[in-house]
Nanobody, 125 residues
Framework: QVQLIESGGGLVQAGGSLRLSCVASGIIFRSYYMAWFRQAPGTEREFVAAISWGNVTIDYSASVKGRFTISRDNTKNTVYLQMNDLKPEDTAVYYC??????????????????WGQGTQVTVSS
């Protein structure tokens, strides 16, 4: 049984930082591409960042590039999203996702087989 469990969300003021974590079980974590998506109320789920199994390929959406950093620790089956200089428009539920093949900013969310339950990030102005 595959499980992805996110944590680290919360309420932060604009300009602040948060670090999200996603712990995976039920998969050979080091073999999977991992990604973060987010979804604000009334919008579609959108790509945020992705990382290859070997930390070789990293991709970001234009809206977060330079502010967010994705990383992973294969010894802990965990992927992270460090979010700096947060803005009110970053407010959303953040989800981690996994699949064996490459994930890029062009990958539709519907093509990813495994998802976490999400963690809420709220940025106040």
């Amino acid at each position: 049984q595959v499980q992805l469990i996110e944590s680290g969300g919360g309420l932060v003021q604009a300009g602040g930082s948060l670090r999200l974590s996603c712990v995976a079980s039920g998969i050979i974590f080091r073999s999977y591409y991992m990604a973060w998506f987010r979804q604000a109320p009334g919008t579609e789920r959108e790509f945020v960042a992705a990382i290859s199994w070997g930390n070789v390929t990293i991709d970001y959406s234009a809206s977060v590039k330079g502010r967010f950093t994705i990383s992973r620790d294969n010894t802990k089956n965990t992927v992270y999203l460090q979010m700096n200089d947060l803005k009110p428009e970053d407010t959303a539920v953040y989800y981690c996702a996994a699949r064996l093949t490459k994930i890029t900013l062009y990958t539709p969310s519907t093509e990813l087989p495994y998802w976490g339950q999400g963690t809420q990030v709220t940025v106040s102005s």
